[in-house]
């Protein structure tokens, strides 16, 4: 699996921690269902403070609308610093998370007290101490991607050269994930994908059920760092088409994809996953996920994939699919 590190991020876990104890899981979005020793260490160890202000504040803020990929987006532009259990808010944090917190005094505001809390818990000991079964997890993961053509193949297809590529393992997070993005200093990308466990066996987590399956879920979350920034370029040309979100616009919101412009986004998003399937994992599979995707109500994905055949073929002209993008406006209009 070259050109992806696979970690457990201790943000990522101290933001689940407060997640799990606040009312994220039950009125926004199911943390995980297994009930794992890890669970049950986390709730032992943490459960005497579950009173913290670090836990009522991200409870307001979720009722604002602080929710779905918005926490994961913050809590990596901070800067934590195990040994002292202390945060810093230290880069730009994209313009809807704030929004979606309703200020960026109110991120800072969070922050100052996810410090409080990792100190008082003393986070870093139990991280610590639960290091052997992160790297068990970490171990796995890479052992079954072995020889799996992830970043290469999504690089490839969409002419692009990425700083890094993170598989971020949540133990606390369902399988469905999060796909985050951040620009370096060099202006290139760092790609997240943020997963949870898809199985339990005698209190152990596991990650992976097939190789292929964790590939495509790669290829999807990746996907949104490429399709979401062009979609938001060309927003104002786009809702023009708006209408095309009615004849599936209650199973989209059903899946928590609550608008046009995220509707198109992975439509597209699934779009080129099936492509890379196709190329990469063979015809049959794509075709399998396909009839599954259109099943769930993305009913413009075969026009989508015709769409996408045209770029392939045409790569001569179109150096990557941002310059393809736009158009999909052509597209769109036929609709």
């Not at 990425?162 to 399988?175: A, T």
């Amino acid at each position: 699996m070259e050109g992806i590190k696979t970690v457990v991020d201790p943000r990522v876990e101290l933001l689940s921690i407060i997640q799990l104890f606040s009312d994220y899981g039950k009125k926004h979005r199911p943390l995980t269902e297994f009930n794992s020793s890890y669970v049950q260490r986390i709730k032992d160890y943490f459960s005497p403070f579950q009173e913290h202000k670090a836990i009522s504040i991200y409870s307001q803020l979720i009722s604002t609308g602080f929710n779905f990929s918005h926490p994961m987006d913050f809590i990596l532009d901070v800067e934590f610093d195990l040994e002292s259990n202390s945060l810093s808010l230290i880069k730009s944090v994209g313009e809807s998370t704030v929004k979606s917190a309703g200020g960026l005094h109110q991120l800072e505001l969070l922050t100052h007290f996810l410090t409080d809390f990792a100190n008082q818990t003393i986070f870093s000991h139990f991280f610590i101490t639960n290091e052997s079964f992160y790297k068990a997890i970490v171990e796995e993961v890479k052992e079954d991607l072995l020889g799996m053509n992830i970043t290469k193949a999504f690089e490839e297809y969409y002419g692009v050269q990425y700083q890094r590529f993170y598989l971020v393992l949540n133990p606390l997070c369902d399988p469905g994930g999060y796909g985050i993005w951040k620009q370096c200093i060099n202006g290139k990308l760092a790609a997240y994908s943020i997963t949870g466990p898809v199985r339990e066996e005698d209190g152990l987590l596991y990650f992976v059920n097939e190789p292929e399956g964790l590939c495509i879920f790669n290829w999807h979350e990746f996907g949104h760092s490429m399709v979401n920034p062009l979609t938001t370029r060309y927003l104002q040309e786009i809702n023009v088409f708006e209408k095309l979100f009615a004849p599936s616009e209650k199973q989209m919101k059903s899946q928590a994809y609550g608008s046009w412009e995220i509707c198109l986004n992975e439509h597209i998003v699934r779009a080129v996953v099936i492509r890379l399937i196709t190329r990469e994992l063979g015809e049959k599979r794509a075709q399998e996920l396909l009839e599954y995707e259109k099943s769930i109500g993305f009913y413009l994905l075969e026009p989508l994939i015709e769409w996408l055949k045209t770029y392939e073929k045409n790569r001569s002209i179109y150096m990557n699919f941002a310059e393809y993008y736009p158009s999909i406006l052509s597209l769109l209009v036929k609709l």
